[in-house]
């Protein structure tokens, strides 16, 4: 079954710094774009990010530019999700998707997702 897996998430401070991983098995990030959404306690899933099959990256957020940063390595078929300076509203679910089609849409194989927490 091809379901990327996501890691690396956690209960930190606001301020605080983690870093994501995205674990597409089976799936040739030179063919797929990867996008990172969010879905926060009562709130709709939302798109963060996403990095094109060819490596451009996209924000979908204005609320994380300059603070988050996607970036992939194609050898491990790894895409990562930097976050800096986390504030308590990026807390959430972040879930790693290999769409079908290009960055902006959403159909594609979803993972299990990660807790994010952000908290004092």
């Known amino acids: 079954q091809l379901q990327p897996v996501e890691s690396g998430g956690g209960l930190v401070q606001p301020g605080a710094s983690l870093r994501l991983s995205c674990l597409a098995s089976?799936?040739?990030?030179?063919?797929?774009?990867i996008a990172w959404f969010r879905q926060a306690p009562g709130k709709e899933r939302e798109g963060v990010v996403c990095?094109?099959?060819?490596?451009?990256?996209?924000n979908y957020r204005n609320s994380v530019l300059g603070r988050f940063t996607i970036s992939r390595d194609t050898a491990k078929s790894t895409v990562y999700l930097q976050m800096n300076n986390l504030k308590a509203e990026d807390s959430g679910i972040y879930y790693c998707?290999?769409?079908?089609?290009?960055?902006?849409?959403?159909?594609?194989?979803w993972g299990q997702g990660t807790q994010v927490t952000v908290s004092p």
């Open positions: 990095i094109s099959s060819s490596g451009t990256p996209t």
């Open positions: 998707v290999a769409l079908y089609d290009i960055c902006g849409s959403t159909g594609g194989y």
């Open positions: 089976g799936l040739s990030l030179d063919h797929y774009s």
